[in-house]
């Protein structure tokens, strides 16, 4: 099987050959090829080579591209700096008061006249996800990223006001991720052309760490069942959310969502994972991308990538929960290739099956 085949069954529930392997690896790839973090977001020919030179060098079956959190901000008019050996850094909130509803109309109204796909990195972000499909074809499974609403919300409105209103103005909050919601829709038919595989919203914002589970019910569930079923009606046949944290709270709630994968952290054990998912869903996960993947040895990276592997040889069905292997976060720039080489090694080695 190809990457893209092996993946695309996993997601379907479908047999395959061996555990498939799809590392969250994109802002972490410039530093091991020498490549200025600067050029990887300012270039998508840079972007797509980096991309393309892991998935050759390491061999894992699946690639995500990025461009970090401020995409959406950036591209709805908001200042960002880039620093020349970071990912690019927001510099300006264009909705600092969430009850300023003449701001957001004012946001509205710039969003129907300079679409969000035109605006910012966008144009070089399609481009980027493009030629790394190009380049690749159908050997690896290509996957795009958005932001989710409230991930992008708390870009628009800072993260501090935004979680200080969803207490005193709930209602505020409402409106700014209806139109948030709405840009993540817009941004996700536009992106189907570019030749991806699947569809991730990325919604850090969303972890029980970071809000309750009773917030995330009132306010954001609504908004993200409609956002998936959307794009799932535009036409894609993958669309993944990835929520850092203990997301093991809001796992039944995800479920409702529609969306076909997610991602489980470190934090949430896999047995327990599968047995919430309830074959209904497939996972991602479940390596800690920190200690592990940027501090731990390729020793380090061996072991526990087996461990895992023996841990879902006994729980895994051949169902839609079936498990894809990767980081339970984004694999930090700095990681030592060798560990990269290592987790993916550990992978190929392993023939176990799901049972």
């Not at 069954?9 to 490549?35: C, E, K, W, Y």
């Not at 850090?204 to 917030?215: E, G």
């Amino acid at each position: 099987m190809t990457g893209q085949e092996r993946i695309d069954a996993a997601l379907r529930g479908q047999p395959v050959d061996r555990l498939p392997t799809m590392p969250i690896l994109h802002s972490g790839l410039p530093p091991i090829f020498d490549v200025p973090m600067a050029g990887f977001f300012t270039s998508a020919e840079t972007m797509a080579d980096v991309i393309v030179r892991g998935f050759r060098t390491f061999g894992y079956d699946g690639v995500q591209l990025s461009l970090g959190v401020t995409g959406e901000a950036e591209a709805l008019g908001a200042t960002v700096e880039q620093p020349s050996d970071s990912a690019p850094i927001l510099r300006q909130c264009l909705l600092p008061d969430l009850t300023d509803v003449r701001a957001l109309e004012a946001l509205r109204d710039h969003t129907a006249r300079h679409p969000p796909a035109e605006g910012g990195r966008m144009p070089l972000y399609y481009e980027a996800v493009a030629r790394t499909r190009e380049a690749t074809d159908d050997e690896a499974f290509v996957l795009a990223m958005l932001r989710g609403p409230l991930l992008t919300a708390s870009q628009l409105c800072g993260v501090e006001s935004l979680l200080l209103a969803m207490i005193t103005a709930p209602e505020a909050v409402v409106q700014v991720l209806e139109f948030t919601s709405d840009v993540a829709l817009q941004l996700g038919k536009w992106l189907l052309d570019s030749g991806a595989h699947g569809l991730i919203l990325g919604e850090a914002t969303c972890s029980p760490n970071f809000i309750s589970p009773k917030h995330y019910r009132r306010l954001v569930l609504t908004q993200h069942r409609a956002l998936i079923q959307g794009l799932r009606r535009a036409g894609w046949q993958h669309v993944g959310l990835h929520i850092c944290g203990n997301v093991a709270l809001i796992m039944g709630d995800i479920l409702s969502t529609g969306a076909t994968f997610m991602d489980v952290d470190y934090q949430v054990p896999a047995a327990e994972a599968i047995a919430l998912a309830d074959n209904r869903i497939a996972l991602r996960g479940n390596l800690d991308p920190s200690s592990l993947f940027r501090f731990g040895s390729p020793d380090d990276v061996r072991r526990e990538t087996t461990a895992l592997i023996d841990n879902l040889a006994g729980t895994t069905t051949n169902g839609p929960s079936s498990w894809i292997l990767s980081s339970g976060c984004d694999i930090p720039p700095g990681t030592p290739a060798e560990n990269i080489s290592a987790f993916v090694e550990a992978a190929k080695a392993s023939r176990v099956q799901p049972t």
